[in-house]
């Protein structure tokens, strides 16, 4: 079994479900008291987040790249980037081991073409809906990449700060999700990416009759596939 570096902390939050979901889909595969071979670098998010706010991607990026070289020396065969928004910094993250990166919107982008969905809605950070970085990863696909308005962009982006990232799950803002997950479909999305690795924390299956592809479900089973021998999913830039 190959060992899966996590790049994880942003925020733990959700690092818990990647855990979880990768030890559960090796544990099926496998049976009996198998578990997944992982290894954690869990950054403290307070760092990355400031580096964010401040636009200053260059030291979130040295940040994360000094975490894959901890990984690559502590025996990782391959890296994660636990959350959406740092993948702006997917590069240099790349650029400090020789390991593959499993990039999460590469593989998002994978899923989406095999539902044959062309059209999709976009939540995530205002970061990972405003800039280019991630939706160039879907667009270059062929996919074509719907947001929400200003103040739906605005309303999203304070919850998962102020909210899930913090640990709290509030059932108004979980309606709230639903009405902008709607109001994209009624746009033309075929479907939704759940673009923050803490949003599915919230928003659930069956909140929506909309199609959600949860991106933290899809990152840590690829991630899960791979140690059990799936070849590298790292395409570049």
């Known amino acids: 079994m190959r060992t899966i570096g996590l790049i994880g902390g942003m925020s733990w939050e959700s690092t818990v479900t990647y855990y979880r979901l990768i ?3 090796v544990q099926e595969r496998l049976g009996g008291f198998h578990s997944a071979r992982c290894i954690l670098y869990s950054v403290d998010f307070h760092d990355v987040e400031a580096s964010q706010s401040a636009g200053d991607w260059e030291r979130g990026g040295e940040l994360l790249a000094e975490a894959a070289r901890g990984l690559e ?3 990782a065969d391959c890296v994660l980037i636990c959350t959406n928004t740092m993948h702006k910094v997917a590069d240099a993250v790349r650029a400090a081991t020789s390991l593959p ?6 593989l998002t982008a994978d899923e989406l073409d095999a539902a044959g969905v062309s ?3 976009l939540l995530g950070t205002r970061y990972t809906m405003e800039q280019a970085f991630y939706k160039r990863k879907l667009e270059d696909r062929g996919i074509t990449v719907l947001v929400p308005d200003e103040a739906e962009r605005a309303f ?3 919850v998962i700060f102020n909210e899930l990232c913090l640990g709290t799950v509030s059932e108004v803002s979980r309606r709230a999700f639903a009405a902008i997950i709607a109001g994209l479909a009624e746009r033309g999305a075929q479907g939704v990416i759940l673009g923050c690795t803490e949003i599915g924390l919230l928003v659930r299956p069956q909140d929506t009759p909309v199609r959600l592809f949860d991106t933290t479900e ?6 899960a596939l791979y140690a059990l021998g799936d070849a590298p999913q790292d395409k570049g830039e």
């Open 101 to 106: 990166l499993l990039h999460i919107a590469e």
């Open 23 to 25: 030890n559960r889909l």
């Open 218 to 223: 899809i990152h840590a089973r690829r991630a």
């Open 156 to 158: 999203v982006n304070g």
């Open 119 to 121: 059209t999709v809605g």
């Open 73 to 75: 020396r502590a025996g």
